[in-house]
């Protein structure tokens, strides 16, 4: 299987420097429309090769999703969380009820209660 994965990756990476050298050629980009840009007085250009535009439209495009699906994730690590914390506070409770009862070992609860009321008056 490790093999398969690589050999995909060296395939992908053929693709992609084939793709590259075939679109060297340079376009102009800008980051406003002209009327915007006449407008707000701020025009900025760039001579860039064709792949950069295309592998940063796709770099752009996985960041946004990674960062769109850790938004939507987030209700999920929340609720994750708080049962973490009532799993571990249900643990502790578990222990201290499981040390109560080694104690009173051998003792009837009902004698136990009985003792600890009257032992606190």
């Not at 980051?31 to 064709?50: H, R």
């Not at 571990?88 to 040390?99: I, P, S, T």
Request: glycine residues 8%; contains cysteine.
């Amino acid at each position: 299987m490790r093999l398969i994965r690589y050999l995909f990756l060296v395939l992908l990476a053929i693709c992609l420097v084939v793709v590259a050298t075939a679109n060297l050629g340079p376009v102009s980009v800008t980051l406003l429309p002209n009327d915007l840009a006449t407008y707000s007085g701020f025009q900025v250009t760039a001579e860039v090769p064709l792949y950069v535009v295309g592998f940063g439209g796709m770099l752009l495009g996985l960041l946004v999703g990674f960062f769109w699906e850790w938004l939507r994730e987030s209700k999920h690590r929340s609720v994750a969380s708080r049962q973490r914390r009532e799993a571990a506070r249900m643990q502790r409770e578990l222990d201290r009820l499981k040390a109560d009862k080694r104690r009173n070992d051998g003792h009837d609860e009902v004698l136990a209660l009985i003792e600890q009321n009257g032992s606190a008056r």
